[in-house]
């Protein structure tokens, strides 16, 4: 930061901007200040493939990435876990911004102890959606399961620590929620009759719809600091420009205005919940704004490549079709927004992280 202060009189401010951007963000993988000197005992993720640690490991279902390349960049390097990305995903990056551990593991990994589970852990399923047929598709777990395994992990830390410390674990613990991009990406733009079914407003209305019958049922079961993740620009990703994007790949118009009109109902309905429930924190969590600047302004991040993946021609190639036999690598990760077609690198993560939630920490206390 010294050399920086000292070179402000000589340098344009776009370099200025940048510089400064990309040393906090290289200081954001460890805790940030809480409130009130405010400790979180752990953190809970529900949700789809961005936050998905590797529970899609262990079910059948072809929604998978427990192989290379993926993991090519995590603990070290070449250590696929499962989580869709070449590292760090943001369940990971959230929970040692709380100050809770660097890494949050899948409620499913066989080996997890007993001191995992009181940290937290996450239930989320890559492919699963707000609508139950996403999951369904995919062959994943949906939100109704994962809130069925949630009730199960509340049994096993309070039989390994007495009920009076569980009940504190979960009611203080962070609750991140992070789903529905797939509702939208694969459910709604490539199942006819669904489409038959619904236009986009009324889509949108049953996304919204179960999201808030799922933030209640959470509230039911103890949760009271519960971030919401809206959706990200979707026709911005990869593989929604290759499908729906036209011969020079833009920006699908569609599937970015349909997220948006889903954020705009789930932020107003959460808005309703938090004066239904006083006693609860329910914080919206924007990415769509987020991610739609780093795309447009890719240098003040460090990114030079937002358009395409780092894995294979970048265009297309997502799960089983960015693997071992995958021809084409890009030479650094780091310059690039997306890891495949749908999903960010973990530069791209932390990143967006920041931006999403820094300021909003305060909120959940």
Request: charged share 15%; with cysteine.
């Amino acid at each position: 930061m010294y050399l920086v202060q000292k070179l402000l009189p000589q340098l344009p401010l776009q370099i200025i901007w940048s510089c400064a951007i990309l040393i906090i963000f290289q200081q954001n993988d460890s805790a940030v200040s809480l409130p009130n000197n405010e400790t979180v005992p752990a953190v809970i993720v529900f949700g789809d493939s961005i936050v998905d640690p590797g529970n899609n490991n262990y079910i059948t279902t072809l929604v998978k990435c427990n192989f290379l390349p993926y993991g090519s960049d995590f603990a070290g390097g070449d250590h696929p876990t499962g989580r869709f990305s070449n590292g760090l995903i943001p369940s990971d990056i959230i929970a040692a911004k709380f100050g809770v551990k660097k890494i949050l593991p899948a409620y499913l990994d066989p080996n997890l102890t007993p001191e995992d589970l009181l940290s937290g852990v996450s239930f989320a399923s890559g492919g699963a959606g707000y609508d139950p047929l996403t999951s369904t598709l995919a062959s994943v777990i949906p939100l109704s399961s994962q809130l069925e395994m949630f009730k199960e992990y509340k049994n096993k830390i309070k039989e390994a620590v007495g009920g009076s410390r569980a009940a504190n674990i979960i009611s203080k613990s962070i609750y991140i929620v992070c789903i529905g991009s797939d509702d939208i990406a694969n459910t709604y733009v490539q199942t006819p009759f669904r489409r038959a079914q619904y236009d986009i407003p009324s889509y949108t209305d049953l996304m919204a719809g179960q999201a808030i019958s799922f933030l209640k049922k959470l509230y039911g079961v103890g949760a009271r600091r519960v971030g919401v993740f809206g959706l990200t620009a979707l026709g911005c990703v990869p593989s929604q420009r290759t499908v729906d994007g036209g011969i020079r790949r833009a920006c699908a118009n569609s599937s970015n205005q349909a997220a948006s009109l889903f954020n705009s109902k789930l932020s107003s309905q959460m808005n309703a919940l938090n004066r239904e429930f006083p006693d609860a924190r329910l914080v919206y969590l924007d990415s769509y704004n987020p991610l739609l600047d780093m795309i447009h302004n890719p240098s003040l991040y460090g990114f030079e490549e937002t358009e395409k993946g780092c894995c294979g021609t970048g265009n297309i190639e997502v799960s089983i079709l960015c693997n071992p036999y995958t021809l084409e690598m890009c030479a650094n990760a780091s310059n690039y927004i997306f890891w495949d077609s749908y999903h960010p690198t973990e530069k791209a993560y932390y990143v967006l992280s920041s931006l999403v939630l820094d300021d909003k920490i305060k909120d959940f206390f």
